[in-house]
């Protein structure tokens, strides 16, 4: 009994670092695996990114731990850098999705569509979210219903942009499940950090 009513009065904080700590583990996991797969011909760049991410993840679960304000930054971070590769992959990637056509298989042009379509989706949220979580932290605004409405929906957009993507790469594909849980840890990481993402900002919000 004393576990259930623990729960109730802490259940953002412990769904918070639940989902985090996922996040974390699997970003993790994949972050070390790749960087000893590919330790001969290492990518300075990539190893950058993995630090900036690493940095930011750390941050969520920590400050989700400790039960601080902290994780705004975390928060912010990772939202900034999300809608940057979003928008990268937008501008350069793009062209890409759209040779779809030339194949003239209308499941791979719908998936092709519809992945654009989320990606796009993705970063106009994320700009809003980024805009409305840096006004609310700071006390410039009182409207939480609007933070939590963006929080759900970038969730959201990253798990359906992340289904379609697994099904635009993987179709008519034979992949072995371990090899497509390896190829997918870290945008289920993301998606898993979105989630506990909702859950720190409804223990940040002011009553």
Known sequence: MNYRIYFKNHKNKILAVSFSALAN??????????????????????????????VTYLIILIANIRNDNFAYQGILMFIF??????????????????SSFVSGDLTVICLS??????????????VL????????????????????????????????????????????????????????MTPISEVLMSVAICFTLERLRRI
């Open 113 to 126: 569509i519809f992945l654009f379509l989320f990606l796009l989706a993705q970063a106009i949220i994320g």
């Open 129 to 184: 979210l980024y805009l409305n979580i840096a006004k609310y932290s700071r006390g410039l605004i009182d409207n939480f219903k609007k933070v939590r409405l963006l929080g759900i929906l970038y969730s959201i957009s990253l798990f359906i942009g992340l289904a379609f993507y697994m099904s635009l790469l993987l179709l008519g594909l034979e992949i072995n499940p371990f090899s497509v849980f390896l190829l997918f």
């Open 25 to 54: 583990i699997l970003f993790f996991a994949f972050a070390i695996y790749d960087i000893v797969l590919t330790a001969p011909n290492i990518d300075i760049s990539g190893i950058w990114n993995y630090l900036l991410y690493a």
């Open 81 to 98: 850098f999300m809608v940057f590769d979003q928008i990268y992959t937008l501008l350069i990637d793009s062209p890409g999705l759209f």
